[in-house]
């Protein structure tokens, strides 16, 4: 087993930065890769990024990328994602996830374990 365990949400006005991390511990060894990903209240949980654990190669979808950048510690086992100028539209819970296979990293069906999430509310 895994355990992931994400921090770092809040409450932030709109143009402001914040960094969530995400812990990992248990049986880390094999992770094939991590992500983040987001649900707003009615919706589905959308993908926002991931990253291979081993190579560092990250991923994420064209209307995140750059403005919020995910990478990782390796000798600590913690992923972070990098949130810059936050727009109310950022306002989710925010998940953090681990991979123990070579799946489609976008797709939340394929992933093995599950953090808790952190709340992030962005006013504007």
């Known amino acids: 087993q895994v355990q992931l365990v994400e921090s770092g949400g809040g409450l932030m006005q709109a143009g402001g930065s914040l960094r969530l991390s995400c812990a990992a511990s248990g049986r880390t060894a094999g992770t094939y890769a991590m992500g983040w990903f987001r649900q707003a209240p009615g919706k589905e949980r959308d993908f926002v990024a991931a990253i291979k654990w081993s190579s560092g190669s990250t991923y994420s979808p064209d209307a995140v990328k750059g403005r919020c950048p995910i990478s990782r510690d390796y000798a600590k086992n913690t992923m972070y994602l990098q949130m810059n100028s936050l727009k109310p539209e950022d306002t989710a819970v925010y998940y953090c996830?681990?991979?123990?296979?070579?799946?489609?990293?976008?797709?939340?069906?394929?992933?093995?374990?599950w953090g808790q999430g952190t709340q992030v509310t962005v006013s504007s």
């Open positions: 996830a681990a991979l123990r296979r070579r799946c489609v990293l976008s797709s939340s069906y394929e992933y093995d374990y």
